[in-house]
């Protein structure tokens, strides 16, 4: 069967631990038109592991840079699987006649021009993705909200028209200005930079039915050398090789004609 050179990209043999002594383990992320790829050498030698230092360990180095267990790149990945560059980053404040007297209040009214922009959106059969973060400013001291929601077009008026009853001071910018990986580190600043403010707190608040970001991983020959899909636009590239093996990330941008369907054989990694 012909494939196209994405899905080619992406099929990689399950036996290949048969045909072959010598492989590498690939994981692979992607969020939208976001990846991040990375090829490894995995040692399983028990005595190997025992003689040579963590930091030495390519093994290790390699799933530190794929990891996304901190906040801002699991909040990257989510803006990437359900926002495009072009989407919007919105800063509500508040007037100081209408300033909430806590962070509950304040995800309290937050809550209610939410369902309000719902209520307006599903009557002209448009729906509503968002996700945010509550902020108590660095400087000001006073509550405000970051938001990241789906553009339809119509959003200026009738987000101004909405807060009017508790601030009139709105920032609009689309997700490009900063990309997702600067909107994700501004965004969870706060909570990174001086803590959560109690334990248990969520860091960001997102509709549900938001796409999580999928993850598959399989074998491939250590002779396939991970490079970045055709077409695909590079963010970042790092390697590294010692006597215990070699690793390469790649951090992209999918081709923007990147579709599900050609995708669909990743889901052969075993």
């Not at 976001?34 to 050498?41: E, F, H, L, N, V």
């Not at 970051?146 to 508790?166: P, V």
């Not at 077409?231 to 599900?260: H, K, V, W």
Request: aromatic share 8%.
């Amino acid at each position: 069967m012909l494939m196209s050179p994405i899905t080619a990209y992406f099929t990689i043999r399950k036996d290949v631990m048969r045909l072959s002594s010598r492989k590498q383990r690939r994981k692979v992320v992607i969020a939208g038109r976001y990846m991040r790829s990375i090829q490894y050498t995995l040692n399983s030698d028990p005595d190997v592991r025992r003689t040579r230092a963590p930091k030495t360990e390519i093994s290790s180095v390699a799933q530190e840079a794929m990891n996304l267990k901190h906040s801002w790149q699991k909040l990257k990945a989510l803006i990437a699987a359900n926002f495009s560059p072009t989407d919007l980053v919105v800063t509500l404040t508040y007037r100081d006649a209408s300033l909430p007297p806590t962070r509950r209040a304040a995800e309290n009214r937050l809550k209610l021009f939410i369902r309000r922009l719902r209520a307006e959106r599903r009557a002209d059969g448009k729906e509503l993705r968002y996700c945010y973060v509550t902020e108590l400013g660095h400087s000001s001291g006073r509550l405000h909200h970051h938001m990241i929601l789906n553009s339809t077009g119509d959003d200026f008026e009738i987000i101004r028209r909405l807060w009017a009853k508790d601030g009139d001071n709105i920032d609009f910018a689309p997700i490009w200005t900063k990309g997702y990986d600067g909107w994700a580190r501004y965004l969870s600043k706060e909570p990174r930079e001086i803590g959560r403010h109690y334990v248990g707190e969520r860091m960001w608040r997102s509709s549900m039915g938001l796409i999580k970001p999928q993850i598959y991983c399989g074998w491939v020959d250590a002779s396939d050398r991970l490079t970045a899909p055709p077409g695909a636009s590079e963010i970042d590239c790092q390697s590294r090789t010692n006597g215990y093996g070699e690793f390469t990330f790649i951090e992209c941008m999918l081709p923007a004609d990147t579709t599900t369907d050609s995708l669909a054989l990743i889901s052969d990694l075993g």
